[in-house]
């Protein structure tokens, strides 16, 4: 973390799309996960709370967040948390 700020000068990082768990209870007919699901699988909240913690460094220029890639959020059980 130490070049951020330097790294924070030369980029701009805008966009951000945090998939923290591969679980999905859809079937979207859009979404390639509904003709090849993926295994279920979860982050830690030990690596999420690392990850979160150098976005930090680009709060200044990050104008979105999302947590939905393939996934559904709302069915991790840490959601809430």
Not at 3 to 15: G, T
């Amino acid at each position: 973390i130490e070049d951020a700020p330097r790294l924070a000068e030369r980029f701009r990082l805008k966009y951000v799309s945090l998939e923290a768990s591969t679980v999905c209870n859809q079937a979207c007919y859009f979404c390639p996960v509904s003709v090849d699901r993926r295994a279920d699988h979860a982050m830690t909240m030990e690596f999420y709370e690392r990850i979160v913690a150098q976005l930090a460094a680009y709060k200044s220029t990050i104008d979105g967040v999302s947590m939905i890639h393939y996934n559904e959020p709302t069915a991790d059980k840490r959601f809430l948390e």
